[in-house]
C-alpha cells in the first residue's frame, strides 16, 4: 500500500475544510430563517398591541367627540 500523495492530503484536507463550510453555512442560515420567523412573530404581535391600544384610546376619545358633536347639533337646532 502507497501513501497518499501530497495533493491526495491536501484534497482530503481541502474537502474536509469544505464540509465544515457548508454545515456553518448551513447552521447560518437556519439560524437566520429563525431570526426571520421570530422578528415576524413579534412584529406582528406589535402590531396587535399597538391596535389594542389604539383602538382602546379612541374608542373614548371617539364617546366624547360623538358627544360633543350631538350637543353641537342640539344646540344649533334649538337657536334656530
Known amino acids: 500500500m502507497r501513501a497518499p500523495s501530497a495533493n491526495a492530503v491536501h484534497e482530503y484536507d ?26 415576524r ?4 404581535k406589535l402590531v396587535q398591541e399597538i391596535t389594542r391600544e389604539v383602538t382602546a384610546a379612541l374608542d373614548g376619545r371617539m364617546k366624547v367627540w360623538v358627544g ?5 347639533e342640539l344646540r344649533r337646532q334649538r337657536e334656530a
Do not use: K, P, W, Y
Open 14 to 39: 481541502a474537502a474536509q475544510v469544505a464540509e465544515r463550510v457548508r454545515g456553518r453555512v448551513s447552521e447560518l442560515l437556519n439560524g437566520e430563517a429563525r431570526c426571520q420567523d421570530v422578528l
Open 41 to 44: 412573530e413579534h412584529s406582528a
Open 68 to 72: 360633543e358633536a350631538v350637543e353641537e
